[in-house]
């Protein structure tokens, strides 16, 4: 399950170009995470400001991945990446409790947007290395995620320095 099932779902050929758009707020993990699918060092990582993106290729698909800084001043320009978005990934510091409101909300307002409907939805419980860390199904029930009908979702627990669950 995750990514890659998603995408077996939505294209039905692998050759096919995917953009996926990385959202959640700044700290998060999202550029952690899109070096660690880059297999890149992820050793020195700096907040984002503006967006990444970088195209690459998992198990036959080209994948461009646009990932874009997620500090409270930046977040009103995400509405202009979510054109022709095959899959949003939504990472979330599963150990940052006092922000799970925020980025709750955060959610929800993307889950409204008319543009990402019925774009499958990705969400990374990320930092789950850390003893902190709030289990997916924790997350799940907190954000509300069954009540989402109008697309796939999945939420998948993971660790993205030491790429555990990002695959």
Known sequence: MGLLSILRRLKHSPDQEVR???LGLDNAGKTTLLKQLASEDVSHITPTQGFNIKSMQSQGFKLNVWDIGGQRKIRPYWRNYFENTDVLIYVI????????????????ELMEEEKLSMVPLLIFANKQDLMT???ASELAEGLNLHTIRDRVW?????????AEGVQ
């Open 20 to 22: 996926l758009l990385l």
């Open 133 to 135: 860390a709030a289990p």
């Open 154 to 162: 999945q939420i998948q627990a993971c660790s993205a320095i030491t």
């Open 93 to 108: 510091d599963s150990s940052d409790r006092k922000r799970f409101e925020e980025t709750g909300q955060e959610l929800a």
